[in-house]
């Protein structure tokens, strides 16, 4: 059973309209017990880094996600991946989970429109769990105006939009994706059909 | 890089495509959501409803479309036609959308731009022009179909949208529109060269050509089409085939 986390930011219903179709048993919770209960965990999000992160706050789940994260497999996507970072300076310095070590910032493309939005193809800094059968190449769909600044080691997919762009992140068990694998059509399944097989 | 979109548009009304559809192997001809997985099968990038419903009842209908086809499409869905405030925007994208483009209603009320997109993002904010030449090097903004000129110059309309925080322009030529002769690139440069948010082309595609020419022409970042797809002429993979022998970065399945 995989639980969407519900703290009142975020595209829920995309994410579990894409887990339906795979068939993979998922849950949206904004219960602490049952974010202890389920085995994997999905950390959605849109919007503004300082605003997402206060809602988490006062959704009172900060703690137990971060104790939980250890413990089980774990999937941020965009501004959810973003949030398992130590702090982002989207406005203001505001601290994320610091799950995974780096930070958050604006895209820097001179020349190139932000937000980042559409479909870009990815390559491979390091494989890991998530990127089996994606390949160089590969095109997945964004849409972000900042960007996680972390160490490659870190780094499993990255675009290249004028700037070092993290597409796929992760540390042991804890993972990210900058792009909306529910949105990245059949390559995109395919990441989240990973990720439900995890253990 | 970012690859050139290719985005089939349906045209929806009460619940049902409304243009011939030659689809090979649908169950229901004219249902939105099984043109609408057909198109992702093709390679859509993206897909657009618009809703040309006139009646409340049917409006309703539109919403039980979109939730339905989100529930078996995975990539972006569009869906314009008749919005009018700011709260049809969080209906549509309840219901699954993830974007909502609005065109007269942003003439009558720019503010609806700027009101969607502080609350739900500007990346969910597209905001339709239908332009048509009205003298040299000058085009105008039309309504109702290309019926009512409304006086606004589409350079400084789409200027204006960008400000107000539209996320995307989708820029239709009414005078190519249906022609098949093309897209209007003068138009279209004339645009992407004041916006520095994407731009869709819409109206003139009749053949695979138009589209090379077009991304090799101009700047814009997406084409969209109707009845070039609808009837089976072309589908989304060809075109998507033609651009990339042509170098056009492209999403290939």
Not at chain 1, 89 to 105: A, D, R, T, Y
Not at chain 2, 22 to 33: A, L
């Amino acid at each position: 059973m995989i639980g969407i986390i519900d703290y009142g930011a975020g595209n829920l219903f995309s994410v579990k309209n894409a887990l339906d179709f795979l068939e993979l048993k998922n849950i949206i919770t904004s219960s602490a017990e049952e974010i202890r209960n389920v085995d994997q965990l999905i950390l959605p999000g849109v919007g503004a880094f300082p605003d997402a992160m206060r809602m988490l706050e006062r959704s009172g789940l900060t703690e137990t996600i971060v104790e939980e994260a250890g413990k089980k497999p774990m999937l941020g996507i965009c501004l959810g991946m973003q949030m398992l970072f130590e702090y982002s300076n989207e406005f203001e310095i505001v601290k994320g989970l610091g799950l995974i070590p780096g930070e958050v910032s604006r895209i820097t493309a001179p020349g190139l429109k932000i937000p980042h939005m559409g479909w870009s193809d990815v390559k491979v800094e390091n494989e890991c769990q998530l990127s089996a059968g994606i390949e160089k190449g590969h095109r997945f769909y964004f849409v972000h105006s900042y960007k996680v600044v972390t160490e490659k080691q870190y780094v499993s997919l990255y675009a290249d939009y004028g700037d070092y762009i993290p597409g796929l992140v992760f540390k042991d068990n804890i993972f990210g994706t900058q792009f909306h694998p529910e949105k990245s059509g059949e390559i995109g399944l395919k990441l989240l059909q990973n990720f439900g097989g995890l253990k | 890089m970012l690859a050139k979109r290719i985005i089939p548009c349906l045209d929806v009304q009460d619940g049902k495509v409304v243009k011939g559809i030659n689809f090979i192997g649908i169950k229901e001809v004219g249902d939105p959501v099984e043109c609408a997985i057909e198109y992702d099968k093709q390679g859509a990038d993206e897909i657009v409803f618009l809703d040309i419903t006139a009646t409340h009842e049917g409006r309703g209908t539109m919403l039980d479309v979109v939730s339905r086809t989100a529930k078996n499409v995975f990539v972006p869905l569009t869906v314009g036609g008749g919005i009018r405030t700011a709260d049809d925007f969080r209906e549509l994208l309840l219901a699954g959308a993830d974007k909502v483009s609005v065109n007269s209603a942003a003439i009558r009320n720019p503010a609806i731009i700027s009101e969607a997109a502080s609350r739900f993002g500007n990346q969910c904010v597209v905001v339709a022009i239908d332009g048509k030449k009205t003298a040299p090097d000058k085009y105008n903004v039309f309504v109702n179909g290309g019926r009512i000129d409304t006086g606004l110059d589409v350079v400084q309309w789409a200027m204006e949208a960008e400000k107000l925080g539209a996320g995307e322009i989708l820029l239709t030529s009414m005078d190519a529109d249906g022609t098949k002769q093309g897209f209007d690139l003068d138009m279209l440069n004339a645009v992407c060269a004041v916006v520095n948010i994407p731009v869709i082309a819409s109206g003139g595609c009749g053949q695979l050509t138009h589209f090379t020419e077009m991304f090799q022409k101009t700047s814009a970042d997406a084409a969209l089409a109707a009845s070039i797809f609808h009837y089976g002429e072309l589908t989304v993979n060809q075109v998507k085939l033609e651009l990339s022998q042509n170098s056009l970065p492209v999403r290939l399945l």
